[in-house]
């Protein structure tokens, strides 16, 4: 079994900066990608970045330029550095890991949560 567990969310004045961990331990075979995205009250999940085994990085238009993924293979940990907030990043953010738990199984799985609030 995985288990994905964030940390470093919180209440941060609009221009400021938070960093958001995910680390994921148990039953990892392979780690494909690792992500993070975000839901707002009333909104869908969507995705705000994605780094792949291989390096390669994806944010979201609205994220571009303030927000930075990165990984710690050795850890199975993947950050998210949050600057220059705005009030509309307030939301819930979420860990993702894609990859297999065994040789033979897929694992898509997400984290509980951690809740970012950027106030004006």
């Known amino acids: 079994q995985v288990q994905l567990v964030e940390s470093g969310g919180g209440l941060v004045q609009a221009g400021g900066s938070l960093r958001l961990s995910c680390v994921a331990s148990?039953?990892?075979?392979?780690?494909?990608?690792m992500g993070w995205y975000r839901q707002a009250p009333g909104k869908l999940r969507d995705l705000v970045a994605a780094?792949?085994?291989?390096?390669?990085?994806n944010y979201a238009d609205a994220v571009k330029g303030r927000f930075t993924i990165s990984r710690d293979y050795a850890k199975n940990t993947v950050y998210l550095q949050l600057n220059s907030l705005k009030p509309e990043d307030t939301a819930v953010y979420y860990c993702n890991v894609k990859g297999r738990s065994t040789w033979y199984q897929e694992y898509d799985g997400w984290g509980q949560g951690t809740q970012v609030t950027v106030s004006s």
């Open positions: 780094i792949t085994s291989g390096g390669r990085t």
């Open positions: 148990g039953s990892i075979f392979s780690i494909a990608a």
